[in-house]
């Protein structure tokens, strides 16, 4: 047994996980979800484009992403992704015209003239299933008609069997500066099980290409808590995201809901609770030892660079929004979505409105839960700016609620901030459905959704 085995293992002994689960709060693969954004689609209904922009113009930054729905396949994980994979050129074409079609109706909104974009983040899917002609016109889509400050971070997500050289190379000089590369595991076994369409030598040929090309930021995704996935295996995994040269790494605990192919493996195929959480815990450790940085939670960076600056501004609070199918918003305290379904997706562009399908404006109690929210997701507030904003601190609002997470010992107060404490990262979504609202909460349980419902949800017909 390694060293940082038995760290974990050490670690994992001294942690009240008992009163936890007395307390209702523990992690299974297919109960757990990871949160996106709060509220989620159950607490949704029809809002129209009247609903969020009636103002005039004015300055404000957003952060902006494009959602780019083609893959090679459909990884046995996945349950939401239902008639993209391995979409022809033409398909592909005719998605980017609607694209920039859809700017063009963002464009003339008299509200949405002055936006500053802080940060843009294409994501999938599989961006890089598009190729180098392609990428340029989704890129320039967004460069030539946005408004983006200077010192910003531009990611494209990317998966192994789909990055070469010239995809490389065309991106980076079209100004993207960080890349994202979904890996999930180094071991071949691992990645049959999950539908993977690469190798794990390819994993580690495209990541020596990716720093040979000139990419400083260059973030590696793994899922702890995969099938035929051991805690030797996993220490391996994290060696070899450093042997990379990977200056990020992004380790989500595994979720399986109803409509993934892999909920019908067998139990013991995956690793216990038991062992997945120590898999988190080996995570930590090791970065920590190698002086990386955890921020957000799940999220680790390497001195000097951040490791996701779109996540951690939207998890602040700022305003979000963007181009293409299935993209969430949050605007004028406004949370809603794209149409999820291409068909219409494409009718209301070519109706000339912004292909919006479900929203929900935010009341105050509302915009104070999502703070909450998104603020343990990232693993901190700022109590401070908080007061400022409302008036009374956390404590006073939800007495109640911060009072058993302290006694719990998922939270402490570190004035100015409310922060997880090593135990509470482990749990961080479970802490953060806590500040739920009941009416949100009700609207989650109507369709069979705990967390957030975008995977567990029986949702309409989209």
Known sequence: MSKLIERAKQIKSELNLTQLREAGIRRHREEYEYIVTYPAIPAMSPITQEDIFSGESKEREVQFYTHIPFCTGKCTYCGRFQKFPRQSRQTVDSYIDYLEKEMEIMNSIPELEKI?????YIGGGTPTYLSSKQ???VIKNLTSQLDILKEREFTVEGSPETINREKLE???????????????????DVLKLCGRRHTAERARKISKLIREVGFNNFNIDLIPGLPLQTLKKWE????????????????????????????????????????SLLMEIMTKEFFKDLGFKEDPVHFFASPGIV?????????????????????????????????????????????????????????????ISRLMVLGMKRGKINSELFTSKWGPTPEEIFPEIMGKLKDLGLIEIDYPETKLTY?????????????????????????????????TANLPDY
């Open 423 to 455: 135990l509470g990262k482990l749990f961080s979504e479970e802490v953060a459905i806590q500040f739920f609202t009941d009416k949100t909460r009700k609207a989650y349980e109507k369709v069979g959704a705990k967390y957030a419902g975008y995977f």
């Open 135 to 137: 990428l340029i016109r």
């Open 307 to 367: 490791s996701q600056a779109q996540n951690i501004k939207k998890w602040k609070g700022s305003e979000v929004t963007g181009l293409g199918i299935s993209t969430y918003n949050f605007m004028n305290n406004v949370q809603y979505h794209n149409h999820f379904g291409i068909g219409r997706y494409k009718t209301s562009i070519d109706s000339g409105r912004l292909p919006i399908w479900i929203g929900k404006k935010l009341d105050t109690k509302e915009q």
């Open 236 to 275: 391996e995994n994290l060696k070899a995201t450093v042997d990379s040269g990977a200056t990020c790494v992004t380790a989500y605990p595994l979720y399986v809901g109803p409509g993934c192919e892999m909920v019908k493996l067998p139990d013991n195929m995956f690793p216990s609770e038991g062992e």
């Open 116 to 120: 500053k974009v802080g940060s843009l």
């Open 170 to 188: 065309t991106i980076l000089e079209n100004g993207v500066n960080r890349i994202s590369m979904g890996v999930q595991s180094y071991h071949n």
